[in-house]
């Protein structure tokens, strides 16, 4: 959507981080054309872990994004995640704290600036869960969290919604 093949095949041995600030930056171009004003840009970073594909910090005018994520589908990533983040900090710097995150000042940058149906979900996997513990019953495994499982060793049982059987811990 924003990237043409050519910059994609330049960028393959550029590092992650600079290819996300680039694209940031172009992001910014495209809304200071649109408003006819220069946004303050955003320092980017790969800090953010688990369920978010990126977090944009409007204080700090710090944008993290999920390195995890970048790397199942880079171009899937710039041309959906970056503008999205981005967007937040646009719709920020005009309207202050004064609208919702993703309501309709939000929807249209994404829209008539960047050309993207907003969605505020993003369809890259979630890292996967540390610290499971696999419990078993009659017909099927179940995942346990740390603290589940912590209950179950000091004596809580747990049951099975489908068989009723009791569920035992495997161990690994
Ligand atoms: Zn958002
Ligand atoms: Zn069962």
Not at 127 to 153: D, G, I
């Amino acid at each position: 959507m924003l990237l043409t093949s050519s910059e994609t095949a330049l960028n393959d041995e550029a590092d992650p981080l600079s290819i996300i600030v680039d694209q940031v930056n172009q992001c910014f171009s495209q809304a200071d054309t649109f408003f006819g004003t220069r946004f303050k840009r955003s320092s980017c970073n790969f800090k953010q872990r688990g369920r978010a594909a990126g977090t944009a910090h409007l204080q700090k005018n710090e944008l993290r994004f999920n390195y995890f994520m970048y790397l199942q589908d880079s171009v899937e990533f710039l041309s959906t995640v970056v503008p999205h983040e981005v967007a937040h900090i646009i719709v920020f710097q005009i309207y202050g704290n004064s609208v919702k995150p993703h309501g309709k000042e939000w929807q249209a940058v994404m829209f008539r600036v960047y050309g993207i149906r907003p969605s505020r979900t993003h369809t890259f996997d979630v890292p996967p869960q540390k610290h499971n513990y696999e419990y078993r019953c009659a017909c099927q495994k179940h995942q346990f969290t740390k603290q589940r499982h912590t209950r179950a060793q000091r004596g809580t049982e747990y049951v099975c919604k489908k068989c009723r059987s009791s569920l035992q811990f495997m161990t690994p």
